[in-house]
């Protein structure tokens, strides 16, 4: 039955993804509920990071080109 209902909103989500509105009558309080939680963590943790100024993480250079220190 779990199977079945979860093939539904699939599909239902699938045809309707174009309007919100009514994806969301289909969707489960639940699974509403773990998405928000996933984007307040997201942002949690965006926030902790930091400002990233758009640039990736610099990563260490390979030992061979490493500068020598002596």
Known sequence: ?????????????????????????VTSAYERRRRAAGRREKARKAAEAGPANGKPAAAPLPATLAPATS
């Open 1 to 25: 039955m779990v199977k079945r209902i979860g093939a539904i909103r699939k599909t239902a989500a699938h045809v309707f993804r174009r309007h919100p509105e009514i994806a969301r009558e």
